[in-house]
């Protein structure tokens, strides 16, 4: 945490914002859809930008054997452990979605309090290109990253704040150890600990606390296998929302 906080007071508001709203990014891309060349080389490009600094000494571990697995396995490596970890029918579930985490189901009321926080702002989902709800994991990181990049000039930007500390806060601990626990997660699970590194600096510099305790959810439970049912997936790309 120490290291974290000089990290911070060395570099100013716009620069530690444009370095946000990059991580924000790649976390989005990271946990959707990925299917594509220009998916990949986006994703391998933020991470190469972002390992030159990493936030601590567990997130440049974590960086360097990220690092690695894109060189040895490349593409076809990435997008087969995503399938397995967030689409595959005979691996563990994994929940994406706020609601679920909250509420032991999709399109509960986290959806509907992240849609009120995007009603606010310019933005909106583009139903084109993303068929997921409001409170998916990609599209609150995809929100936070346009917000930031919006304005750099300032860190409590009202509605990022009230998005982590309302929606993403919530459940995003969670999220995170499910990640990190999958029987398939290699280069995931070093993603687990940078996105925990990451969010503890972002409760740092928003001055949001974590969670004391987390709902139970009753169906699901984080060490239990349960198998996904199958669903069609849709083809998403990096520009998962659109300014009005």
Known sequence: MQIMKERINSMNTVALNKVRAIYYGLFSSLFSYINSEKDFNNIKQSIELLSQAPIDENSKTSFDEITSFLNEKGMDGLIDENNQIFYSPSTTFIPVTASFYNEDRDDGQKRVEMTNIVLKSIYRRDNTNFKE??????????????????????????????????VLNSFIDSFIQDVY?????????????????????????????????????????IFHKKRKSFTKRAKRNFDEISSL
């Open 181 to 221: 626990n999958h029987e398939d997660s290699h280069f995931y699970k070093n993603i687990a600990v940078i996105l925990k590194v990451f969010v503890e600096l972002e409760r740092t510099l928003l001055n949001i606390k974590k969670p004391i305790e987390h709902k139970v959810r009753k169906q699901y439970e």
């Open 133 to 166: 709800a409001e409170d998916h994991v990609c599209f609150i990181f995809n929100f936070i990253q346009k917000l930031l990049e919006q304005d750099y000039s300032k860190i409590d930007n009202k509605l990022v704040v009230e998005t982590f500390s309302v």
